[in-house]
């Protein structure tokens, strides 16, 4: 199926385990994003990346560590999760630079207990 | 500090009428703005755009207003259906690389039938 998934859809996870977000698109776009949402505070960018082996950090990447060796996947990990994580995380693809707008998959709610 | 405000956290509109969703910004820096529609459990979805050279664009039901001397922007949806009920979120970014767009908290539209 052509678009964005992003797996699982929900995860439950304890304090200290590392947990990976997969992400993956069709497209070939080359531009991924990591987001989280938070209650008040929008959707917060984690990581990014303009293109297979290139990834940046955001605006709140500490805890995350990601990896792009292929163009289609952008899988986001949490190396010890803390409660403070517990979030909804979108992934995002994108074309290119300009108003193109993200295409964004249906998210992951992370639990962290 | 919020860069991208949306102050009204939830507007209720009756169906057929106009809907005002309002976005303010601090960045005077800021001269590309995108808004996105998110439903529940699903990823926030494209709905418009704009850029400083402008100060309006219309697509079908949907016109965004943009006042940079008030850093100010308003998206107006007419006439308002029920299936328009959603989170809106206002996104704004200095240049037109996708990383540095920079998300407002959304305003929860719910249209009544």
């Known amino acids: 199926d052509a678009g964005i998934t992003q797996s699982p859809r929900y995860k439950i996870t304890e304090t200290g385990r590392q947990v990976t977000l997969m992400c993956h698109q069709t497209?070939?776009?080359?531009?991924m994003f990591w987001y989280r949402q938070d209650l008040g505070h929008g959707l917060r960018l984690i990581y990014y990346?303009?293109?297979?082996?290139?990834?940046d950090k955001g605006e709140v990447p500490d805890g995350y560590v990601v990896s792009r060796s292929k163009t289609e996947n952008f899988p986001l990990t949490l190396e010890s999760a803390t409660r403070s994580q517990t979030s909804v995380y979108f992934c995002?693809?994108?074309?290119?630079?300009?108003?193109?707008?993200?295409?964004f998959g249906s998210g992951t709610r992370l639990t962290v207990v | 500090d919020q860069q991208v405000k949306q102050n009204s956290p939830s507007l209720s509109v009756q169906e057929g009428r106009i809907s005002i969703l309002n976005c303010d910004y601090t960045n005077s820096m800021f001269d590309y703005f995108l808004w996105y529609k998110k439903y529940p459990a699903e990823g926030p979805t494209f709905l418009i755009s704009?850029?400083?050279?402008?100060d309006k664009n219309e697509d079908g039901r949907f016109t965004v207003f943009l006042n940079k001397s008030a850093k100010h922007l308003s998206l107006h949806i007419v006439p308002s259906q029920p299936g328009d009920s959603a989170v809106y979120f206002c996104a704004a970014s200095p240049d037109n690389y996708g990383q540095n767009f920079v998300f407002g908290p959304g305003t929860r539209l719910s249209v009544l039938p």
């Open positions: 497209w070939s776009h080359s531009y």
């Open positions: 990346s303009a293109a297979a082996d290139i990834t």
């Open positions: 704009i850029s400083s050279i402008k």
């Open positions: 995002a693809s994108s074309e290119g630079v300009g108003n193109y707008g993200y295409t």
